[in-house]
């Protein structure tokens, strides 16, 4: 029977959201996939600018989305709850 072992956990800054701040991201969430400039993270939500809802990315090596829609205002809000994955945007 092996013995469980203890793993040290080192935050590294500038790594996870925090590295795409100011850039374009992808938002893959539970029910939708969203896209826009990261501008605000917090422990609750993420803070897109110019927030789109992806309907159909298309092949990820093509230059943009198949279907991308503009959502309302210039400032929209993600519950970190619901974010699976997240990467660069296109």
Do not use: H
Not at 38 to 48: A, D
Not at 72 to 81: D, K, L, T, V
Request: charged fraction near 20%; charge should be negative; aromatic fraction near 12%.
């Amino acid at each position: 029977m092996a013995m469980r072992q203890l793993v040290t956990v080192t935050e590294v800054e500038g790594e996870g959201l925090d590295a795409f701040l100011g850039k374009e991201i992808l938002i893959l969430c539970v029910n939708y996939f969203y896209t826009g400039i990261l501008e605000g993270v917090n422990t609750t939500c993420i803070k897109l600018k110019g927030a789109r809802l992806v309907y159909e990315t298309g092949p990820f090596t093509s230059a943009g989305y198949t279907d991308a829609q503009a959502l309302p205002g210039s400032e929209w809000y993600i519950q970190m709850s619901a974010i699976e994955s997240f990467g660069p945007g296109k």
